[in-house]
């Protein structure tokens, strides 16, 4: 085997090892990408709407980012454990390692890491994916680990998770995670028609937007919480050890989150109800940009508020100057020559 630098020469050597999901990654660099963008003009705005400006760009982002990294992260059910246990099968040679589950709306994601990393002659580092979203086949990628000949405790964990199961952990999971994308999906849509209604004079739709964004989190939490706690009792025991399945980040950052956005949401209509011109200076759109237009949120649409002019929202005087032309034209009729009557 020293030919082959202490490798068994039917398997391919261990794979290089991204240190976060690579579709994470994506979306992290994305949105980081944006937040740099901003803050390079930031210099060119003037005044205290600089602030204001800055801070609703970075929470604008960060919701953003989070619904839409929460939705492909496998973090939402974790469990993690250190046992002595079998290395392969049929085979009485025991292992200590630290064995990870993490199971996301997409698939189940297990992590075998050797304490120490080499045992055996081998390096102990195993970190497999088995998916269900997009049409995968959950029972094709378990049957492709058998042909690889991973480890036992790898195998033991992803056959738990198997259509075949007696545990019911498949179809429960993949309901869950499928309803709770749905909602995630939705909410995602509605923190871009948030960021639309908050950028044109429509504050109020802006913060019902915001709120329905927490809404739907809060419900794709309840969708999974509802879908796994209905999973009867399935113990995973490695060698004398038992692994729990407790929440996971993913979870508690969604319901932070969630929660977050049904506050902004809530404290944009009791500010539009109590101090409109506030809010509008916070969100700068104060009319000093054009004194001569009002908004009424009571006559436009969604999209296609009315503005109406200050002469036109103040009918009284109107009718003062109308009053005063009427009294005009009666003096002159009835003293014709007397070119002070109207005084």
């Known amino acids: 085997m020293a030919a082959f630098g202490h490798t068994f020469p039917f398997y ?37 709407t600089r602030l204001f400006w800055l801070l609703r760009v970075v929470t604008s982002l960060f919701i953003g980012a989070v619904v839409l990294a929460v939705n492909f992260s496998s973090e939402w059910s ?7 246990t079998t290395y392969k099968a049929f085979s009485s040679q025991r292992i200590h390692a630290h064995v990870g589950l993490q199971v996301g709306l997409g ?14 002659n081998e390096t ?50 993949r309901l869950a995670g499928h ?37 739907f989190q809060l419900l794709a939490l309840l969708l999974f919480s509802s879908a796994t706690s209905l999973i009867p009792p399935c113990p995973l025991r490695l060698g004398t050890a038992e692994l729990h399945m407790h929440r996971g980040p993913a979870f508690w950052i ?10 902004l949401g809530l ?33 436009g649409g969604l999209l296609n508020p009315r503005y109406r002019s200050t002469a036109e929202a ?8 109308l009053s005063e032309a009427c009294s005009e034209i009666c003096c002159e009729e009835e003293c014709p020559g007397e070119p002070d009557c109207a005084l």
Not at 107 to 120: C, D, K
Not at 131 to 142: F, R
Not at 185 to 202: D, G, I
Request: charged fraction near 15%.
């Open 267 to 299: 404290a944009m209509a009791v500010a539009h109800r109590l101090q409109p011109h506030r809010l509008k200076a916070f969100f700068n759109q104060s009319a000093q940009e054009d004194p001569m237009l009002e908004w009424s949120p009571e006559e």
């Open 254 to 263: 969604t319901l932070a989150t969630g929660l977050l956005c049904v506050l």
């Open 179 to 215: 309803y709770a994308s749905a909602m995630l999906w939705v909410a995602f849509l509605c923190w871009l028609l948030t960021n639309v209604m908050l950028s044109m004079p429509v504050l109020v739709y802006g913060g019902h937007m915001l709120l329905a964004t927490g809404v």
């Open 314 to 321: 103040s009918p009284e005087r109107q009718d003062i100057a």
């Open 124 to 173: 102990i580092n195993y970190n497999e994916e088995f998916t269900w979203h997009l049409g995968q086949n959950y029972e094709e990628a378990y049957t492709r680990a058998l042909g690889k000949g991973l480890p036992d405790p790898v195998l033991y964990l992803a056959e738990k998770f198997t259509p075949q199961s007696p545990c019911g952990l498949h179809h429960s999971y």
């Open 107 to 120: 698939g189940v994601n297990i992590t075998l890491t050797g304490t120490p990393v080499r045992q055996l």
């Open 78 to 84: 974790v469990g993690q454990i250190s046992a002595n």
């Open 12 to 48: 391919t050597g261990p794979k290089p090892t991204f240190p976060m999901d690579s579709t994470l990654a994506v979306i992290i660099t994305i949105f980081l990408t944006a937040l740099l963008t901003f803050i390079i003009i930031l210099p060119g705005i003037r005044g205290k």
